[in-house]
T-cell receptor
Framework: GAGVSQSPSNKVTEKGKDVELRCDPISGHTALYWYRQSLGQGLEFLIYFQGNSAPDKSGLPSDRFSAERTGGSVSTLTIQRTQQEDSAVYLC???????????????FGSGTQLSVL | DAKTTQPTSMDCAEGRAANLPCNHSTISGNEYVYWYRQIHSQGPQYIIHGLKNNETNEMASLIITEDRKSSTLILPHATLRDTAVYYCIVRDYNFNKFYFGSGTKLNVKP
C-alpha cells in the first residue's frame, strides 16, 4: 500500500482480555517499530524488527506484551490480560534503510487507540 | 532515554519564523539529530535530519551548533497547519531506536 496501515483504528476491550494489533508496513521496508503513546505523552519505544535479525524487545513493559513479524512484512502486537494502564495509542512505523545507515526515515501509521475498561 | 531537552510549548504568529530549540549536550560523534512532528491524532512525520552541517529542505532548516550540543529547527513562515508537537531526537548510527521524548507543542496563532 501507499503507507503504513494499522488495524483496528480503535479497540475497546475489558480488563483481562487479550488483544491483537496489526501493522502492515510499506512494501519493501525492512525495519519495523512499535511505539506506545499515552495521552499527552511522548512516544515510548516498545520493539524493533530488522530483516531476519532477532528483534530488539528491550522496550516491552512486561511479559504480557509480545510481538511477531511474519515473513518480514506484517507484524502483530499482542497484549495478554490487558490492564487499564495499557490504554494508549499504539503506533507502528517502518523504514526502508537497513540497520545502522544514517538518514533512516520512519514512516508511521495512524495508530490503534486501545481503551481498556 | 531521550537524550534531548526541549521546551514544553512555544507560540508563534502566523507568517513569522518559528525557531524551535533543542539541547543534546551528551551527543556523541556518531549520533544524528532528527526532527519529527506530530499533528493531533496522526502518526509522527519526518521533517529533517543532520549530523554537523546545517541542512535545509522544503519543510524546514536545521541549524546545529559547532559543538553539536544544541540545534534549532526553523520553520521560515509558520502557518496554522504547522501547529503540532515537534520532537528532537538523537540517533546513534549503529543503533536503530528512535527515542522521542516529550517534544515541544508549537502553537501557531493568527
Amino acid at each position: 500500500g501507499a503507507g503504513v496501515s494499522q488495524s483496528p483504528s480503535n479497540k475497546v476491550t475489558e480488563k483481562g482480555k487479550d488483544v491483537e494489533l496489526r501493522c502492515d508496513p510499506i512494501s519493501g521496508h525492512t525495519a519495523l517499530y512499535w511505539y506506545r503513546q499515552s495521552l499527552g505523552q511522548g512516544l515510548e519505544f516498545l520493539i524493533y524488527f530488522q530483516g531476519n535479525s532477532a528483534p530488539d524487545k528491550s522496550g516491552l513493559p512486561s511479559d504480557r506484551f509480545s510481538a511477531e513479524r511474519t515473513g518480514g512484512s506484517v507484524s502483530t502486537l499482542t497484549i495478554q490480560r490487558t490492564q487499564q494502564e495499557d490504554s494508549a495509542v499504539y503506533l507502528c512505523a517502518s523504514s526502508l534503510e537497513s540497520s545502522g545507515r544514517p538518514g533512516a526515515k520512519l514512516f508511521f501509521g495512524s495508530g490503534t487507540q486501545l481503551s481498556v475498561l | 532515554d531521550a537524550k534531548t531537552t526541549q521546551p514544553t510549548s512555544m507560540d508563534c504568529a502566523e507568517g513569522r519564523a518559528a525557531n524551535l530549540p533543542c539541547n543534546h549536550s551528551t551527543i556523541s560523534g556518531n549520533e544524528y539529530v532528527y526532527w519529527y512532528r506530530q499533528i493531533h491524532s496522526q502518526g509522527p512525520q519526518y521533517i529533517i535530519h543532520g549530523l554537523k552541517n546545517n541542512e535545509t529542505n522544503e519543510m524546514a532548516s536545521l541549524i546545529i551548533t559547532e559543538d553539536r550540543k544544541s540545534s534549532t529547527l526553523i520553520l521560515p513562515h509558520a502557518t496554522l497547519r504547522d501547529t503540532a508537537v515537534y520532537y528532537c531526537i538523537v540517533r546513534d548510527y549503529n543503533f536503530n531506536k528512535f527515542y522521542f521524548g516529550s517534544g515541544t507543542k508549537l502553537n501557531v496563532k493568527p
